[in-house]
Structure formats: C-alpha cells, structure tokens
C-alpha cells in the first residue's frame, strides 16, 4: 500500500487548512475545552479566596484556595489528557504545515525564475533592437529605418511581464 494519504475534498481549499490566529485559537477552544474550563474555575477561586479575604472570613479563604488547588490539578490532568488524545492530529498539522510552508516556498522560486526569465528575454530583444538599429544606421538609410526598427519591436517589457505574471496571464 502507499503511504500518501487518502486525496480529501478539502485538498484544493486552502483555507480549511490555512487558519489565522482566531481560528486556530477557536478550534483549539473546541478540540480541548476542559483547559478553559480549568483556568476559568481557577480564576473564580482566586476572586473568591481574595473577596474572602477582604471580608475576613478564614473558612471561605482556605476552602478557596482548596478549590484552587482542585481546578489547577483538574486543568493539568486536561491537559496531559488532551495532548495524550490529540497527539496524532498534532503530527499531522505540523506535517501538512511543513508541506504548505515548501509549496509557498516552492511557488515563489518558481515566480522569480519566471521574472528572471521576463527579464532575460526582455534583455535579449534590447539587444536585438540595439543591434537593428545600429546596423541600420552603419547601411546609411538614417534615423527613418531606426525609428521603424525600434517601433516594430516586440512585446512590452518587464512591467508587462510582470503585471502578467501578477494577473496569473503566464
């Protein structure tokens, strides 16, 4: 058997993959919601046992801060659970981030071989203009058959081929 993965309807978007910081921060919430659960019962301890300790009452600031002592305990086994259960997901995300960062990364080298390539043609028929030109100047026939050399040249330049390149023309 191969060991590529099964092709998904989701290979060609981008964006289900490809997530901003609110949307990995959203489905971290939601693949592991037992952590905020802990830091919130975590945090009310705190304002109880402070709240507690304004008003003086001994019993209600040592019982908060035993319940302090519970939720911090019941966030850390969350979380030693939730890395255990979602260890595999997590080999899977930096691998296919692994793979978006090379295909970024190979895209981009391909665009600029592509520019270098606009850039060498475009050096070529400068040449190849220069060339015309000068030749017809040295037949004598004047600025006239020049100008009609250079007119009649190619394409655009490196702006046009860049701007074509940007349009995803080429």
């Excluded at 959203?26 to 046992?49: D, H, Q, V």
């Excluded at 030693?80 to 296919?96: C, H, I, N």
């Excluded at 015309?132 to 100047?137: F, L, T, W």
């Amino acid at each position: 058997m191969s060991s590529a993965p099964l092709p998904s309807s989701f290979d060609g978007n981008t964006d289900f993959y490809e997530e901003n910081r609110w949307q990995k921060f959203s489905r971290r919430l939601k693949e592991e919601p037992l952590i905020p659960l802990g830091c919130a019962l975590t945090c009310y301890a705190l304002f109880g046992a402070s709240r507690s300790i304004r008003a003086g009452d001994h019993y209600t600031t040592n019982r908060m801060f035993r319940n302090r002592i519970y939720a911090q305990g019941f966030t850390l086994v969350a979380m030693v659970a939730g890395s255990m259960y979602y260890k595999t997901d997590r080999e899977k995300r930096k691998q296919f981030d692994g793979v978006v960062a090379e295909r970024k990364a190979k895209e981009k080298n391909e665009a600029w071989i592509r520019e270098l390539e606009a850039r060498d043609r475009e050096d070529k028929e400068w040449k190849v203009r220069r060339d015309a030109v000068r030749e017809a100047a040295k037949s004598g026939e004047g600025v006239g058959a020049a100008r009609g050399v250079v007119e009649t040249s190619g394409e655009g330049g490196i702006t046009d081929a860049v701007k074509d390149l940007a349009q995803g023309r080429k």
